[in-house]
């Protein structure tokens, strides 16, 4: 079973900056592909970014310049740090992983507002 707990959402004036984090354990950061979706009430979920097992990096292009994805692994935890954000980010964020192709598994989301 995998767990992932979100946290680090809040509310934030348009063009400031909010680090998302989603903690989890060394086994998961490890060996699954991460990923930060978010949502929209009324609207489908959508990928903001992803980190491969190697390194590799993938971001949707409404956030790319803004957002970094990353792990801090001493503190087994994957990173979202959001940078000059815009009211269009408002959204519960969500952290994913998926140990293979044909699984994959869900944080409960941390909301994000972005208004001044």
């Known amino acids: 079973q995998v767990q992932l707990e979100e946290s680090g959402g809040g509310s934030v004036q348009p063009g400031g900056s909010l680090r998302l984090s989603c903690k989890t354990t060394?086994?998961?950061?490890?060996?699954?592909?991460m990923s930060w979706f978010r949502q929209v009430s009324g609207k489908e979920r959508e990928l903001v970014a992803t980190?491969?097992?190697?390194?590799?990096?993938e971001y949707a292009d409404f956030v790319k310049g803004r957002f970094v994805i990353s792990k801090d692994r001493a503190k087994n935890t994957l990173i979202l740090q959001m940078n000059d954000v815009k009211p269009e980010d408002s959204a519960v964020y969500y952290c994913?992983?998926?140990?293979?192709?044909?699984?994959?598994?869900w944080g409960e989301g941390t909301l994000v507002t972005v208004s001044s």
């Open positions: 994913n992983a998926r140990p293979s192709p044909y699984e994959m598994f």
């Open positions: 060394e086994m998961t950061l490890t060996t699954c592909q």
């Open positions: 980190l491969g097992t190697v390194g590799t990096t």
